[in-house]
């Protein structure tokens, strides 16, 4: 499954990430300044802070589109510690969580946000836990940013090969600035079975992920997740009898993964496999009945 089906909500009820709602904003601002978005950042963020090397170019502006640079990024960290972009009693607001009656939200204004290590004590040995992160991805490239408030620390990560450990790779990198001991995250094995299967194949792309598995300390990582990833990636490339072969590995890998039969049930569809597409939904279903993509796309299919 790659997201779920939406269904309207009552606002304050629950949290839902929603990138049309980012796009309304920029709507709200173009309205409400009387300039374009980009005109708007380039005026009064990215020329004042001399952020150079940042722009938006963007079809639908508003929701993505922003190019920049971990210069510039920084840049910009730096200056919201103090008030030259904004006032730091609304920037604390957006920092905050909003209530939800439903579940549970980590999510303020455009941040997530969170305390690390108890109450009293961070990573770094400092009073003060406080620290606010977001990831962002279009098309292969990946972004990431953690800021450290207390400590005053920002680490941000910008990638261009697709999905990455991103936030493995955070930790790690705040752990040898805490002068802790870190582990590497486990490289991509997606990655090379992908490049193994567009060259030789997909039984010589299931011989390596067996080997992989068999492996003792493989460096590399062949999890759920990473069979997911790589199946969708071989469906983009209109592999579907590649793409089932690999969604139909996670389900043997993870009998009670509700994602992984969700994914299966992608690729029998879009195989034109009416029936196995319906059974996989409906297995995934019966796994997870939250599972709302896979109950949409079995009430369509019957």
């Keep these: ?86 006032r730091q009693s609304t920037l604390a607001e957006s920092f905050t969580p909003g209530k939800v009656r439903s579940g549970t939200s980590s999510y303020g204004f455009g941040w997530n946000a969170g305390s690390a290590l108890g109450p009293a004590q961070n990573l770094f040995g400092m009073h003060g836990n406080r620290y606010v992160w977001h990831t962002g991805k279009t098309g292969e490239w990946r972004a990431f940013i953690d800021r450290r408030i207390d400590e005053k620390i920002t680490v941000v990560l910008l990638t261009n090969k697709g999905d990455s450990k991103r936030t493995e790779i955070n930790q790690c990198i705040l752990n040898v ?68 072969a690999i969604f139909k590995l996670n389900t043997t890998q993870h009998p009670g993964s509700s994602n992984a039969f969700d994914s299966l049930g992608d690729a029998y569809s879009k195989d034109g496999q009416k029936q196995a597409a319906l059974e996989s939904y409906e297995k995934a279903v019966s796994l997870d009945p939250g599972n709302q993509h896979a109950a949409a796309m079995a009430k369509e299919l019957k």
């Design 1 to 86: 499954m790659q997201g779920i089906a939406d269904q309207p909500l009552v606002p304050g009820e629950k949290y839902r990430y929603s990138n049309p709602g980012y796009v309304l904003l920029a709507i709200i601002v173009k309205k409400a300044s009387g300039q374009s978005f980009g005109d708007f950042l380039k005026e009064r963020i990215f020329k004042p802070l001399g952020m150079n090397d940042t722009y938006e170019e963007g079809a639908i502006a508003g929701d993505g589109g922003v190019y920049s640079t971990v210069d510039d990024l920084f840049k910009w960290d730096q200056a919201l510690y103090t008030e030259r972009l904004v």
């Design 177 to 244: 600035l805490a002068g802790k001991p870190f582990v590497l995250p486990k490289r991509p094995g997606g990655e090379m079975l992908y490049a193994v299967i567009k060259r030789s194949g997909i039984d010589e792309g299931l011989k390596l992920f067996d080997s992989l598995k068999r492996a003792q300390n493989a460096d590399f990582d062949v999890g759920e997740e990473e069979l997911n990833m790589l199946g969708y990636k071989l469906l983009g490339d209109k592999l579907a009898k590649e793409s089932i």
